[in-house]
């Protein structure tokens, strides 16, 4: 049987499904989850999301948006018969799990880097975002997609393509967003809520960090840096510094971006292409993953040590790739 319709015979037979979605949670995860759990709902069947952090305000305005729960332990979760991880590449970013989850689990996910950790692995490296997955899933299941399911699966596209700038952008991630609008998305609303909905402390704390904008490699490599005392002083909190490693990106010549934001546990470390670098590969040697072009890790290192111990390597893999010996 074809994975999508083995997806679906799954779905239509639980009576409840747990939903899982990664840690700090983005548009992609958050609407894909919604919009699986809306549809599930509409077909007389229980759902639970749970997440290790909150919904962030700017995505508050998706339908049903309260009914991502924020959990900390395994025990607090409802385990339905049917589990589903959506956008999560590997059990690290559900930390609420002590192991794999109980009953059947599907992995639904787009990272080249996801373990297929669940019992059904629906991965597609090649796909935008996990709602563009879980569009054309829905779409096989003909099930119907309402105006609030069509809103939060164009949110996932569009903020997991950075609202169609980035190179995963390609004629399916559109032609689903066409489709998408056809069935009740309105594009200046979401994009709107998106990214024209900032606290003013993000702004004040955009500013910060762009002061510690450092670059290296000749200006191939460019990086900021958020302290906690940074979110302290603007009264932010860690989704306010989403899209910031794209400021240092948007800098001409730069191939490869940086953020480093000082955590609780020490430094999350954001990486960005243009194209020529893969940063997954540099991220998962250092314990994270991602795709070529948007990576991440976690170190526990002090802010300058995890400086220290990344941009060099982000040096030798561009200066490797602009030598042309590297594959
Ligand atoms: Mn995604």
């Not at 409840?16 to 509409?42: F, M, N, Q, R, W």
């Not at 373990?115 to 935008?128: F, H, I, K, Y």
């Not at 309105?186 to 994009?191: G, M």
Request: proline residues 5%; glycine residues 10%.
């Amino acid at each position: 049987m074809d994975l999508y319709q083995a997806v679906i015979s799954e779905l239509e037979k639980a009576p409840g499904v747990t939903i899982l979605i990664h840690k700090s949670p983005d548009g992609d995860a958050i609407g894909s989850a919604l919009a699986l759990a809306l549809v599930l709902e509409a077909r007389g069947k229980e759902t639970a999301i749970y997440c290790w952090d909150g919904v962030p305000y700017y995505y508050r305005f998706l339908p049903g948006w309260q009914r991502v729960r924020k959990v900390k332990e395994e025990g607090e979760v409802v385990f339905h018969p049917l589990v589903v991880g959506l956008d999560s590449s590997d059990l690290g970013r559900l930390p609420f799990l002590r192991d794999k989850p109980p009953g059947t689990v599907i992995n639904i996910d787009h990272h080249p880097t996801n373990t297929r950790w669940g019992d059904l692995n629906l991965v597609e490296p090649q796909a935008s975002a996990t709602g563009e997955i879980v569009f054309g899933l829905l779409e096989r299941w003909e099930v119907e997609i309402t105006p609030h399911v069509a809103t939060a699966l164009y949110t996932a596209i569009f903020t997991d393509t950075g609202g169609f700038r980035f190179s995963n952008t390609t004629d399916t991630s559109l032609l689903c967003c066409y489709k998408l609008v056809d069935l009740g998305a309105v594009p200046y609303e979401i994009a709107t809520n998106v990214y024209e909905s900032y606290s003013s402390g993000r702004m004040r704390l955009l500013g910060l960090a762009l002061g510690t904008l450092s670059m290296a490699a000749g200006g191939g490599v460019a990086w900021v840096v958020v302290t906690r005392e940074m979110m302290e002083t603007t009264g932010t909190g860690p989704e306010d510094t989403e899209e910031f490693v794209n400021f240092p990106k948007s800098i001409r010549g730069v191939e490869v971006a940086l953020l480093f934001r000082e955590t609780e546990e020490g430094v999350k470390v954001s990486f960005r292409s243009k194209g020529r670098v893969d940063v997954a590969a540099i991220a998962a040697s250092l314990g994270g993953g991602g795709h070529k072009a948007a990576a991440g890790c976690d170190l526990d290192l002090s802010l300058d040590a995890a400086v220290e111990r990344v941009i060099p390597l982000v040096e030798e893999a561009l200066s490797c790739c602009l030598s042309s010996t590297c594959s």
